[in-house]
């Protein structure tokens, strides 16, 4: 596993290999309590301070969650500490998102670094999400859709042709907005499983925290 693919700063990394696609049109928690054991972990913490960033450890973890995807390979656990992640930043392209590998499993909710115990795992308490508002100004009305979108990505993340050995955690998607008038960008702005992907099957909560949307 080349793990020096992706050392640089989150605020270069981009999404230019990926395809945009996907489905899902509500905010979702996914939560999986049982599992199999992977081939290598590789940690994702946007709170990271110095270290290699090669993803071996808390201390050495990848800033940017595209970087771990690249060099994940199938029976790898990428674990994912609390924070927030998007799939571009402000002013980056719309159809920009996390594209799954298959066989890997994505396992968010630990306290990751700097924490007393990295490795705990609540993901309540310790929230990862991964979401769509790029300018961080969603507004969320009492009734209604919720505002302030139109930058927001088409479709947060992606499964492409996976099988059911992939795999959600612990994970609070959200901030979607799937709103082209065309196809493949209208299509729900949560999770899009696409070209027969088969995810091995989550616990899922709705969230109300912000929701997602898709056209008409």
């Known amino acids: 596993m080349n793990?020096?693919?992706?050392?640089?700063?989150?605020?270069?990394?981009?999404?230019?290999t990926c395809a945009s696609r996907w489905i899902c049109?509500?905010?979702?928690?996914?939560?999986?309590?049982?599992?199999?054991?992977s081939a290598d972990v590789?940690?994702?913490?946007?709170?990271?301070a110095g270290g290699a960033h090669d993803g071996t450890s808390w201390v050495d973890a990848f800033t940017d969650l595209h970087c771990a995807l690249a060099i994940a390979q199938a029976g790898d656990e990428i674990r994912i500490a609390q924070?927030?992640?998007?799939?571009?930043?402000?002013?980056?392209?719309r159809d920009a998102s996390f594209h799954l590998v298959n066989g890997v499993t994505l396992q968010g909710g630990y306290a990751g670094f700097g924490a007393d115990d990295p490795d705990a795992l609540d993901w309540e308490k310790f929230?990862?999400?991964?979401?769509?508002?790029?300018?961080?100004?969603?507004?969320?009305?009492?009734?209604?859709?919720?505002?302030?979108?139109?930058?927001n990505i088409y479709s947060v993340v992606i499964a492409d042709g996976v099988g059911p050995?992939?795999?959600?955690?612990?994970?609070?998607?959200?901030?979607?907005?799937?709103?082209?008038?065309?196809?493949?960008?209208?299509a729900g702005g949560g999770l899009r499983c696409i070209n027969g992907a088969s995810l091995h099957s989550p616990t899922a909560r709705s969230s109300t925290t912000s929701p997602t949307t898709a056209a008409a």
């Not at 009492?142 to 930058?151: D, R, S, Y």
């Open 83 to 93: 924070g927030v992640y998007k799939p571009t930043g402000p002013g980056g392209p």
């Open 42 to 48: 590789i940690y994702v913490d946007d709170s990271t």
């Open 127 to 151: 929230a990862t999400i991964l979401g769509g508002d790029l300018n961080g100004d969603d507004v969320i009305p009492m009734h209604g859709q919720f505002l302030n979108n139109g930058e």
């Open 165 to 186: 050995e992939t795999s959600l955690r612990g994970l609070i998607v959200k901030g979607g907005n799937a709103s082209a008038s065309d196809p493949p960008n209208r």
């Open 25 to 37: 049109g509500t905010a979702w928690v996914l939560v999986l309590v049982a599992g199999a054991a």
């Open 3 to 16: 793990r020096d693919v992706c050392t640089m700063p989150k605020a270069e990394v981009t999404n230019n």
